[in-house]
């Protein structure tokens, strides 16, 4: 039996713990569907193919992603998707490497932290075979200039340049700003470093396929000859013989090198050099003489021109 005394205590003890549950729960606040909740998928799937491989890459907000833990990267060429990547929350993109040709859908999910996963973020490629190389690859070095050229690859066909100073190893990002619609690429000429190019052809449907490269080219000053001074003309006097003659088109020429020959047996020698397009021979012509003048480039000296039989007017 429970007397009046005891009761009391009891519904006192009761009423506190109700209270401190109460409490607790107060503490704790009311429960919400929010942390059940889907998070948000990816956007703006897109990709580019280079050669056999699929650069995928999608927009998430940097604020959200205290809330997520992970990316999923899945795969379908027959209508059953594969897991092909679990990727980092900070990390927004996935080369797919090794693609053949066909039909291939993509899709990518996130997970939040409780393990819930977003709806489907999905992108489907009709035919992910690359165009084919330009051929034909060439190029000249017109003034300032390394000039390349291409044979067309087919209509529709757009064009990238690449660009290196190691042979086999070029950066992912091409010379050119914007895909080439002409079959002729400029650029600025180095007359010091050996650089390497290659072109690749481009196509865009659904995304832009970019193709394999083109036949490696190497533009090497030190193959380079240039154009020989044009116009030599000698202006003797009784003290000095002036030579002056048109300066040499290519602006990679680094100057000009003046031969005299007076005495057959000894042939040309080397009697001076300038940065100018004129000489000033100092020793009186009271002999006959001929004279050569070669423009002279960073490695290379060009074919010369020749005036002969100089001598003191009379």
Known sequence: MINGRSGLLLFVFCLFLVLGLLTACGKKGDPTLKAYEKPSPPSNLRAIQKESSIMLSWDFPEADEKSIKRFHVMRSKDGDFEKVASLEKNERSFADRDVKGGRITYRVITENLRGSVSKDALLTLNNVSPPHPPTGVSFVVDTDSVVLSWQSAGEGIAYAVYKSEVSGKYPVVPLNEQPLKDTLFRDAFDAVKTVYYTVRSITQTDIIREGPPSQELKVDPSALVPSPPRDLRAVPTKENVYLVWKESPETWVRGYKVYRETDKKEGFRLIGETQIPSFID?????????????????????????????????
């Open 282 to 314: 100092k020793e009186s012509p009271s002999t006959k003489r001929h004279y050569r003048v070669t423009s002279a480039g960073p490695f290379r000296e060009s074919s010369p021109a020749e005036i002969r039989n100089v001598v003191l007017p009379k």
